[in-house]
């Protein structure tokens, strides 16, 4: 019967999470040393056309 090697798949894990965190940190510096950039990379925002805007309900316009 084969026997698992644990340490081997514990080890695995523990440089995955290693990397992963490596990865975040060097996003954050990268973001942080190059504000500008980010604006750019960002998706543009859209204007709502007046369409979708929701019209006011009588329940919602101030009686008199």
Known sequence: MVKVNYQYEKRKKELDKKRKKDEKLRQKQQKKN???NTAQDAP???EIPPQM???ETPAE???K
């Open 44 to 46: 543009p925002v859209e």
């Open 34 to 36: 190059n504000p500008q």
């Open 61 to 63: 316009t101030p009686q």
């Open 53 to 55: 805007i929701p019209a």
